[in-house]
């Protein structure tokens, strides 16, 4: 599978346009009371996430370069795995939507939106073509018992 560009850096990318959003059209600024806390529960959550996703991962002595899927060794279908099939994106996600509610524009969740569209498509849907290949009638059982996100 060849990526152009590898999912951190689109993150980074979709970040920054959510930063120069909030910049140039503050027509969409809100507040309300506990949005400090929604952005730390956000946070927390997505650290928490791709961490356990992580440490699942190394455990079992498989890949997480996501350039590279065809070199997974096993198919990680239990704890966090079995509520997401890409978690590690999830907790990505999550940081997006917490910098959004930081920036405080409501255009921004577009933008979140956007980042999703992107990755199923152009990362998460090669990846598991790649993964469907290797793994077989085994991981097509997984992707109808685990929805994508959550």
């Not at 079992?60 to 079995?82: D, R």
């Not at 940081?95 to 199923?120: D, K, R």
Request: hydrophobic share 50%; aromatic share 18%.
């Amino acid at each position: 599978m060849k990526l152009k560009l590898p999912p951190t850096i689109i993150f980074l990318v979709f970040g920054g346009l959510m930063y120069l959003l909030a910049e140039f059209l503050p027509v969409g600024y809100f507040d309300f009371f506990g949005r400090s806390y929604l952005i730390k529960a956000l946070l927390f959550l997505a650290v928490v996430i791709s961490c356990v996703a992580l440490i699942q991962f190394h455990l079992v002595k498989t890949t997480t370069n996501p350039k590279n899927p065809s070199k997974a060794t096993f198919l990680v279908t239990n704890g966090i795995y079995k509520y997401s099939r890409n978690p590690m994106y999830l907790g990505l996600l999550l940081i997006l939507l917490g910098w959004a509610l930081w920036l405080a524009n409501a255009f921004n969740v577009l933008l979140a939106a956007g980042f999703v569209s992107y990755m199923n498509t152009f990362q998460i849907q090669p990846e598991e073509s790649s993964l469907a290949s290797l793994f077989g009638k085994e991981y097509k059982h997984y992707c109808i018992r685990v929805r994508r996100w959550f």
